[in-house]
């Protein structure tokens, strides 16, 4: 029984290793998920027990040293090796003097005949052959091989050597974690073609400083070493036009590769993630391949796993013959035949060459025994989108340093590219990157450029023209000239010409300027409307039955009634009114009343007005400008003038029919009076007595920051500012679309109301102007007039329905027809003259004939001559009509008669 139990735990201990196959070492880094897990499944699929050591320090001696011996302890039949560098070397060690093979997938720089090494990764001869070849094929005149730091130049030490008289080869190195200093070196130098050698896990960094620092347009060409750049997201550099050739190990093209998708299935299983094959780095599919070695050698060499101690540096008994048996074995791997030579490296390589399109990566060619095979197919135009269209690409954009469109920058560093400028257009068109993707320099150029008559193009048209430059913006004026050569965006600001000048001297106010208060228009339509009111008061007055009073009220039944409305009357009335003082003339009339109240309230509107800005007007001093047109300024003998020197403003007096404008440019010409720039045409502006024609945009900007200049006279011209760019450039669509978004959703006038008012001194003078007095015009006065108009309208309707009423019962009274009535209250009303009214008159017969009413009415004739006369003695004041003596009443009476 004793004897029994040993033996059955060695059978158990036996069965479950048989079960689960010998046991395969590998060192790994912590952070090294991937790598770990294709050690797992590879081994699982092979029957192999993975035994996995993780190294938390690089290049840490002990800590690698002690895996390595405890690798060994497990009887491990060899060691998959995922940590390169220092750590590889030290692994190495070890393994020699245990004669465990050591599979690297790492690139190895040195190798022995004596090393327990066998390297999946390809030799560096392969690569040395195949990079030479790529070059040659690609006729560069000069490369630079760009390094990263710490990593080995054997891989490529071949390539260095290439430089002749035909082929320049430099070198830089990428040191730290930001690249973007040695890349912008690198451009400034003019360097377009690059070999890149860099791990895998720095290639991200490396794509996206080259892309910030614009190394990612048409005229560059890389051919990056590393294996895996294909396996990163190109879809960001595919449209820019760049051209990056890289290498593929695994065959993708064959669709039938069940084991690669068993591979990737499995994986994805293991680690929970979703790679595609094609995103699979190298490093994950040479531990795969490197089990699959192991797993084909084991099947042929008969060999037994042994616990190995490194106290005594024992060496494991089969480990040369299981190394030697795989170094000559060919497997199919994933990443196709892996075959070794004598030292163990890896050789007869075949790599896919890939090239990135706008379509996306295509395979371009092969290279197999030693030979590339170029047969690019041809790359299906992507459909290039609106956004993709730009994106990526690196512009050369022309500024120029006039304020507000673009300044040096102020700092206390020391600035560089881009950096080094500010302003509108700097801003707009980091703007317009931000939507279209592009990069951009900038390049200082001062003359925007012309055709001279010789026909040559100069400053940023011709640059523009020769395609040294994609684009030119600043105060760029569109003119016919220009558009001639060169094509110009959408307009985003509009302008004119107009003139700058120097504040004149202040002048006393004048003698009348009192009257100044009111625009002439008000004056004019206030005396209108007083007349206009005065006949209408007369007529509402006349036709109002209440305005006829009676003027002796101690008559009950008066021959005659009066009216207070006469000329004279409602002349007093209005006049009394608009002078604040009132008169004793009162309507009593609903109409005449309503007429007089919203005349009253008209009067109180525009005495309020003007008493309100009287006082300014009697103490503000104004400014007497020496010319207000250009023809006057052309007059002057005086004034000089002129604009800038090479602008589109001295273009317009120069090409104008105009003969003043036309005699105005030979004098500035002749005169030596146009201004190298606008700063300097404002400086002669301030301190002479120089009047500078420039562009409205800038007149405004420095008219901000120089209290004492001010725009004199209107524009001369109209017209806009548009971004330059060659003839039928593929830009111009999609800067328009751009700008026009811009445009709408209010970003360029914010710009705008920054560089002009808020920055670099901006809003100096705002208050100062706002100060300036103000006329009040017909605009200001507009809703006094129309609320007179309106309640005379009233008034008038209610006095002709007042009218009416009047004629009807008149009619009904003296049996006569409405109409007869009518036109005979007409008639009276519209003599406009008497304000004396018979109330009894001849009753027209029904045949038409006038009867005298003498029977019906005689006695009321008597009685009031009666009362008229006994009345007389004592007159009253009862109304204002009574202040009309009996004499009037008797000229009435006289007239009687004469009524019809
Ligand atoms: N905007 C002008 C041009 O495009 C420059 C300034 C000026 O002439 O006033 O040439």
Same mark, same amino acid.
């Given at each position: 029984?004793?004897?029994?139990?040993?033996?059955?735990?060695?059978?158990?201990? #036996?069965?479950?290793?048989?079960?689960?196959?010998?046991?395969?070492?590998?060192?790994?880094?912590?952070?090294?998920?991937?790598?770990?897990?294709?050690?797992?499944?590879?081994?699982?699929?092979?029957?192999?027990?993975?035994?996995?050591?993780?190294?938390?320090?690089?290049?840490?001696?002990?800590?690698?040293?002690?895996?390595?011996?405890?690798?060994?302890?497990?009887?491990?039949?060899?060691?998959? *090796?995922?940590?390169?560098?220092?750590?590889?070397?030290?692994?190495?060690?070890?393994?020699?003097? =245990?004669?465990?093979?050591?599979? %690297?997938?790492? @690139?190895?720089?040195?190798?022995?005949?004596?090393?327990?090494?066998?390297?999946?990764?390809?030799?560096?001869?392969?690569?040395?052959?195949?990079?030479?070849?790529?070059?040659?094929?690609?006729?560069?005149?000069?490369?630079?091989?760009?390094?990263?730091?710490?990593?080995?130049?054997?891989?490529?030490?071949?390539?260095?050597?290439?430089?002749?008289?035909?082929?320049?080869?430099?070198?830089?190195?990428?040191?730290?974690?930001?690249?973007?200093?040695?890349?912008?070196? /690198?451009?400034?130098?003019?360097?377009?073609?690059?070999?890149?050698?860099?791990?895998?896990?720095?290639?991200?960094?490396?794509?996206?400083?080259?892309?910030?620092?614009?190394?990612?347009?048409?005229?560059?060409?890389?051919?990056?070493?590393?294996?895996?750049?294909?396996?990163?997201?190109? $879809?960001?550099?595919?449209?820019?036009?760049?051209?990056?050739?890289?290498?593929?190990?695994?065959?993708?093209?064959?669709?039938?590769?069940?084991?690669?998708?068993?591979?990737?299935?499995?994986?994805?299983?293991?680690?929970?993630? +979703?790679?595609?094959?094609?995103?699979?780095?190298?490093?994950?599919?040479?531990?795969?391949?490197?089990?699959?070695?192991?797993?084909?050698?084991?099947?042929?060499?008969?060999?037994?796993?042994?616990? =190995?101690?490194?106290?005594?540096?024992?060496?494991?008994?089969?480990?040369?013959?299981?190394?030697?048996?795989?170094?000559?074995?060919?497997?199919?791997?994933?990443?196709?035949? =892996?075959?070794?030579?004598?030292?163990?490296?890896?050789?007869?390589?075949?790599?896919?060459?890939?090239?990135?399109?706008?379509?996306?990566?295509?395979?371009?060619?092969?290279?197999?025994?030693?030979?590339?095979?170029?047969?690019?197919?041809?790359?299906?135009?992507?459909?290039?989108? #609106?956004?993709?269209?730009?994106?990526?690409?690196?512009?050369?954009?022309?500024?120029?340093?006039?304020?507000?469109?673009?300044?040096?920058?102020?700092?206390?560093?020391?600035?560089?590219?881009?950096?080094?400028?500010?302003?509108?257009?700097? *801003?707009?068109?980091?703007?317009?990157?931000?939507?279209?993707?592009?990069?951009?320099?900038?390049?200082?150029?001062?003359?925007?450029?012309?055709?001279?008559?010789?026909?040559?193009?100069?400053?940023?048209?011709?640059?523009?023209?020769?395609?040294?430059?994609?684009?030119?913006?600043?105060?760029?004026?569109?003119?016919?000239?220009?558009?001639?050569?060169?094509?110009?965006?959408?307009?985003?600001?509009?302008?004119?010409?107009?003139?700058?000048?120097?504040?004149?001297?202040?002048?006393?106010?004048?003698?009348?300027?009192?009257?100044?208060?009111?625009?002439?228009?008000?004056?004019?339509?206030?005396?209108?409307?007083?007349?206009? =009111?005065?006949? +209408?008061?007369?007529?509402?007055?006349?036709?109002?039955?209440?305005?006829?009073?009676?003027?002796?009220?101690?008559?009950?039944?008066?021959?005659?009634?009066?009216?207070?409305?006469?000329?004279?009357?409602?002349?007093?009335?209005?006049?009394?009114?608009?002078? #604040?003082?009132?008169?004793?003339?009162?309507?009593?009339?609903?109409?005449?009343?309503?007429?007089?109240?919203?005349?009253?309230?008209?009067?109180?509107?525009?005495?309020?007005?003007?008493?309100?800005?009287?006082? /300014?007007?009697? !103490?503000?001093?104004?400014?007497?400008?020496?010319?207000?047109?250009?023809?006057?300024?052309?007059?002057?003998? %005086?004034?000089?003038?002129?604009?800038?020197?090479?602008?589109?403003?001295?273009?317009?007096?120069?090409?104008? !029919?105009?003969?003043?404008?036309?005699?105005?440019?030979?004098?500035?010409?002749?005169?030596?009076?146009?201004?190298?720039?606008?700063?300097?045409?404002?400086?002669?502006?301030?301190? #002479?007595?120089?009047?500078?024609?420039?562009?409205?945009?800038?007149?405004?900007?420095?008219?901000?920051?120089?209290?004492?200049?001010?725009?004199?006279?209107?524009?001369?011209?109209?017209?806009?500012?548009?971004?330059?760019?060659?003839?039928? $450039?593929?830009?111009?669509?999609?800067?328009?679309?751009?700008?026009?978004?811009?445009?709408?959703?209010?970003?360029?006038?914010?710009?705008?109301?920054?560089?002009?008012?808020?920055?670099?001194?901006?809003?100096?003078?705002?208050?100062?102007?706002?100060?300036?007095?103000?006329?009040?015009?017909?605009?200001?006065?507009?809703?006094?007039?129309?609320?007179?108009?309106?309640?005379?309208?009233?008034?008038?309707?209610?006095?002709?329905?007042?009218?009416?009423?009047?004629?009807?019962?008149?009619?009904?009274?003296?049996?006569?027809?409405?109409?007869?009535?009518?036109?005979?209250?007409?008639?009276?009303?519209?003599?406009?003259?008497?304000?004396?009214?018979?109330?009894?008159?001849?009753?027209?017969?029904?045949?038409?004939?006038?009867?005298?009413?003498?029977?019906?009415?005689?006695?009321?004739?008597?009685?009031?001559? @009666?009362?008229?006369?006994?009345?007389?003695?004592?007159?009253?004041?009862? %109304?204002? $009509?009574?202040?009309? %003596?009996?004499?009037?009443? $008797?000229? /009435?009476?006289?007239?009687?008669?004469?009524?019809?």
């Amino acid at each position: 029984m004793h004897v029994l139990v040993p033996l059955l735990l060695v059978c158990v201990s #036996q069965c479950v290793s048989a079960q689960e196959g010998p046991p395969i070492g590998g060192i790994f880094y912590k952070d090294s998920e991937d790598m770990k897990a294709a050690l797992e499944v590879s081994a699982k699929s092979f029957n192999f027990t993975a035994s996995i050591k993780e190294v938390s320090t690089r290049g840490e001696v002990l800590e690698i040293s002690k895996y390595v011996c405890q690798l060994a302890e497990e009887g491990v039949i060899g060691i998959i *090796d995922g940590t390169g560098g220092r750590s590889s070397e030290i692994i190495q060690g070890l393994c020699d003097a =245990l004669e465990l093979p050591h599979i %690297s997938i790492e @690139h190895n720089d040195l190798y022995s005949d004596d090393w327990f090494v066998l390297n999946m990764y390809p030799s560096p001869t392969a690569y040395n052959m195949v990079l030479q070849k790529l070059i040659l094929h690609k006729e560069w005149k000069n490369f630079t091989l760009l390094y990263t730091k710490g990593h080995s130049l054997i891989r490529v030490s071949e390539l260095l050597q290439m430089g002749n008289d035909t082929l320049v080869v430099s070198l830089r190195e990428l040191s730290g974690s930001d690249y973007r200093d040695v890349l912008i070196d /690198a451009k400034h130098n003019g360097y377009k073609n690059f070999v890149v050698d860099s791990p895998s896990r720095y290639l991200e960094q490396v794509l996206l400083h080259a892309q910030q620092v614009g190394m990612m347009a048409e005229e560059h060409s890389y051919i990056f070493v590393s294996p895996d750049l294909f396996t990163l997201d190109m $879809s960001r550099f595919k449209y820019g036009g760049v051209n990056m050739t890289g290498f593929r190990l695994v065959e993708l093209q064959d669709k039938d590769n069940e084991k690669l998708w068993n591979f990737t299935s499995t994986l994805n299983l293991e680690t929970g993630k +979703t790679f595609k094959p094609e995103q699979l780095k190298t490093q994950v599919l040479l531990i795969h391949d490197a089990v699959e070695v192991f797993a084909a050698a084991f099947k042929k060499v008969k060999v037994q796993p042994e616990a =190995l101690s490194c106290d005594n540096y024992q060496a494991w008994s089969f480990g040369s013959t299981l190394l030697n048996f795989m170094k000559t074995n060919k497997v199919e791997g994933l990443t196709r035949s =892996l075959i070794f030579d004598g030292v163990g490296q890896r050789t007869d390589i075949t790599f896919n060459i890939l090239e990135l399109t706008s379509a996306g990566n295509q395979s371009i060619g092969n290279w197999t025994n030693n030979e590339l095979k170029i047969n690019r197919p041809l790359v299906a135009d992507a459909e290039i989108t #609106q956004e993709s269209a730009l994106r990526n690409k690196s512009l050369r954009v022309l500024i120029s340093l006039a304020p507000p469109y673009g300044y040096m920058r102020k700092s206390d560093k020391k600035l560089e590219g881009n950096d080094q400028y500010e302003g509108f257009t700097i *801003d707009l068109i980091d703007k317009l990157s931000e939507i279209l993707g592009f990069s951009y320099e900038f390049a200082v150029e001062d003359d925007y450029g012309t055709k001279t008559e010789s026909g040559e193009w100069t400053g940023m048209a011709l640059q523009l023209r020769e395609e040294r430059a994609d684009l030119a913006i600043c105060d760029l004026t569109i003119t016919a000239v220009r558009q001639s050569g060169i094509d110009f965006s959408t307009p985003f600001m509009t302008l004119g010409i107009g003139i700058l000048y120097k504040e004149p001297s202040k002048q006393p106010p004048e003698m009348f300027s009192f009257m100044a208060v009111f625009s002439k228009e008000v004056w004019y339509y206030m005396m209108l409307i007083q007349l206009a =009111l005065g006949a +209408t008061m007369i007529f509402v007055g006349r036709i109002s039955n209440k305005e006829w009073q009676n003027p002796v009220p101690c008559i009950e039944s008066p021959e005659e009634l009066n009216n207070q409305f006469s000329f004279a009357n409602s002349v007093w009335l209005i006049i009394g009114s608009v002078m #604040q003082q009132g008169s004793e003339i009162a309507p009593i009339a609903i109409g005449p009343r309503m007429i007089t109240s919203v005349w009253w309230f008209f009067t109180m509107v525009m005495v309020a007005s003007y008493v309100g800005t009287l006082v /300014a007007f009697l !103490t503000v001093e104004k400014n007497v400008l020496p010319f207000e047109t250009v023809q006057e300024l052309y007059e002057s003998k %005086s004034i000089t003038y002129g604009a800038k020197e090479k602008g589109s403003t001295k273009q317009f007096f120069e090409n104008s !029919t105009n003969p003043i404008y036309q005699a105005m440019f030979k004098k500035m010409k002749a005169h030596n009076w146009l201004a190298k720039e606008n700063d300097i045409g404002v400086y002669w502006a301030e301190t #002479q007595n120089y009047a500078f024609f420039m562009e409205s945009t800038s007149l405004e900007y420095y008219k901000e920051r120089h209290c004492d200049l001010l725009q004199v006279g209107g524009l001369l011209d109209s017209k806009s500012y548009g971004i330059g760019m060659k003839k039928k $450039s593929p830009y111009k669509k999609y800067i328009d679309d751009a700008l026009l978004k811009l445009k709408e959703n209010g970003e360029i006038e914010k710009l705008r109301n920054i560089w002009w008012k808020e920055k670099r001194g901006g809003g100096k003078c705002g208050e100062k102007r706002d100060a300036d007095q103000k006329q009040l015009g017909m605009k200001n006065m507009l809703g006094a007039f129309v609320v007179l108009g309106v309640g005379c309208l009233i008034g008038l309707f209610i006095s002709i329905i007042d009218m009416l009423w009047g004629v009807f019962k008149r009619s009904v009274k003296y049996s006569t027809t409405f109409k007869y009535e009518l036109i005979e209250e007409l008639k009276f009303a519209l003599k406009f003259s008497g304000h004396i009214k018979p109330v009894k008159r001849p009753q027209k017969a029904i045949d038409g004939s006038f009867e005298a009413l003498a029977k019906a009415e005689g006695k009321d004739d008597i009685r009031s001559l @009666h009362s008229i006369r006994s009345c007389d003695t004592h007159r009253t004041h009862h %109304s204002h $009509s009574s202040r009309h %003596s009996s004499r009037s009443l $008797s000229v /009435a009476f006289a007239k009687r008669r004469s009524y019809s």
